[in-house]
């Protein structure tokens, strides 16, 4: 095999990438295309008192303005809450909103137009952080809330009325006040988790073509069915007329999830009953979404021993000025905040709140980075203060497998203790960490993948080709490679045999999206079951027309084995056809009541990750090096090692981010670092040195092969880690990301 041929093996799409052959929305012309450039609101929080368009419109390949009154008759939208305007109408909740869209022959023109848009303002009282939102004079940035129950996540928002609080999540276990009150030792921690951007190398791009009773917009979606099903119910359009083709797409991380800015392109080629392209600069998509801030108070009791007793936890989500996936992100958060340990009493609350900032979405492990970051720096602080070892700590109080850290939730699929020895494993080989360098650890089980709703067709052709459709989105994380292994392994075909088309809602099934891990477990269940359909369909030709026993009969490279020969598949279609040429078609589906009910519990599995890290601390600046870290997670079976690793080490490195760089800033409202010069990501030199990746497999994962979902879990440990690191060798605990220089030295500074 060739090394181009064993690099397509891996991935699919790794020549085309490479080669700059990969199509992305922004290299699409559809004939008749014009361009639309948005104009954005400079007003934190403002009624519109007046839009004058006519300068924009009267210069020279300007089409049309979209405004806000031209599409109020279709109402809002959302995914969650009804909350959310095509375009702004009467007044605009943040800054970055937008209020007009520019259409023109050429993007150039349609820039240069939207300058001349005049936009009077009258502003409003804000509330531009939680507390302010949540203040007893708080201005309510939306006076009614509209739930969609089941639209798509199971259930829905459970908002306050007349108040910022969008979604309110409890959940109680026990009697904490009485296990407090027998406690031996109480200990209570605040911690805060920035705002953060999803800084995708692609930033959102959308084509929309509206034609009369039909739409087909072209996105770099990650949940294709949400987009088509929002615009669907928008427009009044029947599901079958919108279409929804993806291409490549340059990364996602969740900022492409649910439904973004595709109902503004297709509000503006409605206006012009032509095609519109919006292609959105990096600036633009940060002032689209982000990552849900938060601020969290923990309270742990524990008894002489230093078993814990009860946990109780308040997590206020900072959702900005839309609900998008908010609600769903206070509940995981509340969810992730217990870690894998036995507590037998619990009081957990998470709220999601409007603030007049930019909206909040998924964004990888949704809710997991910030109730991890608290729950680990404060477990490490417990230990601290009862005079424990912060591992031995946490081997105490660890749920084992098949315990259930609640009744409503799966029993424990995984043994913690064994990440935990496997990370420390690995560093054994050094030396004992030095006065400069520090160690710190930290882990997590979190509960992803709670729609197990997915289809997948498989057609396997005369000479052995096999073309695999689904609505699983490549967004880089070798979601179709994976599909494509599991394929040509169920029926036995090599992995060049396969293609798995790009998804295209007229001719791909149904999928909920791609995200919470489920890929590789609900969409590989539904290729494999599409596979094994069209396996018994050939085999059944076989017994058939050779009148053999089924029994006899199994697959092979090429064709099928009959114990003394191997008929090819041509010859089985020919034969069988009469005709030369064929195929069959396989069908699978994934639903909550697939393998006898076993999906419907949640979660699906448990998405684990252990992390070590070792720190070098600049004592003069305050800068943090990170010379080495080891990850580990239990992934059931690993289907594509090389994709497998580098999900787990780009979380993790994007968990550095979180830990030392990354913060979305405002000042009243106002963001501040939303250009790709003013807001810091890691670079390739900020990746350890040495990396340690420990991947276990068990095969005891309830996708094939026994395959659990993988790729969110690793960032959750890194940033605790770090803190923990920096507690346990410099007595500093910085309670607030990023832990930029400047903290860390003012923190040194007064501990001196």
Known sequence: MSAIDNMSSVRPDLIEKVTGRAEYVTDLT????????????????????????????????VVDVLIGEDVASFGCWGVVLKDRPIIATDRVRYVGEPVAVVIAETIEIAENAAELVDVEYDELPRATTIQEALAEDAPLIHERHENLEDFYFR??????????????????????????????????????????????????AVIADFQGGSLTVWAG??????????????????????????????????????????????????????????????VESMLTCRRLGADITIRTAVDAEGRILANSAKLLLDGGAYSDTGSAVATKAANRIMGPYAVPNLR?????????????????????????????????????????????????????????IRPDLRALDMDMSELMGRVTQSFASEVKASNRQARGLAVAATDPANTPISNAIVRLKIDGSILVSVSSIEVGQGAHATMGRIAAQTLKQPASAVTVLRTDTAVAPYDWGTGASRSTVVVGLSVENAALDAADQILEMVADVWELPRESLSLVEGGVSTGSEVLTFHQIFHRTLGVDSGEVVGRGAITPRSKKGALVESPLFWETSAGLVEIVVDEDTGEIHVPRYASAADVGRVINRVAAEGQ?????????????????????????????????????????????????????????????????????????????????????????????????????????
């Open 30 to 61: 559809v004939p008749g295309m014009l361009h639309g450039f948005v104009v954005r609101s400079p007003a934190i929080h403002a009624r519109i008192v007046s839009i004058d368009t006519s300068a924009a419109r009267s210069m020279g390949g």
């Open 221 to 282: 979606a990650q949940t294709p069915s949400a987009v088509q099903k929002v615009l669907s119910r928008l427009f009044g359009l029947q599901l079958a007329k919108v279409r929804v083709i993806v291409p490549f797409v340059g990364g996602g991380f969740g900022g492409k999830a649910s439904v973004k800015i595709e109902p503004l392109v297709a509000a503006a080629s409605w206006k012009v009953q032509r095609p519109v392209r919006v292609a959105q600069s990096i």
């Open 648 to 752: 787990d080490e780009g979380a993790a490195i994007m968990g550095i981010g979180h830990a030392l760089y990354e913060v979305l800033e405002f000042e009243d409202g106002q963001p501040i670092n939303a250009t790709p010069i003013d807001y810091s990501i890691p670079r390739i030199s900020d990746v350890p040195p040495v990396f340690d990746t420990i991947l276990v497999e068990n095969g005891d994962g309830p996708g094939p092969g026994g395959a659990k979902g993988m790729g969110e879990g690793a960032i959750l440990p890194v940033a605790p880690a770090i803190a923990n690191a920096l507690f346990s060798t410099y007595g500093i605990r910085i309670p607030d990301l990023p832990m930029t220089p400047e903290k860390v030295w003012r923190a040194l500074q007064k501990r001196s």
């Open 348 to 404: 957990l609350e998470a709220c999601a709140v409007y603030t007049n900032t930019v909206p909040g979405a998924a964004f990888r492990s949704i809710g997991g980075p910030q109730a991890v970051w608290a729950k680990e720096s404060h477990m490490d602080n417990v230990a601290a203060a009862i005079g424990m070892d912060p591992a031995e700590f946490r081997l105490l109080n660890l749920a084992s497998r098949g315990e259930r």
């Open 155 to 204: 259930g829905g928002a459970r908002p306050t009325e007349s108040s910022n609080v969008f979604h309110t999540y409890r959940s109680n276990l026990g009697d904490v006040d009485a296990a407090e009150a027998a406690a031996a030792f109480i200990h209570e921690d605040h911690f805060t988790f920035p705002a953060i951007s999803h800084f995708a190398m692609e930033p959102h």
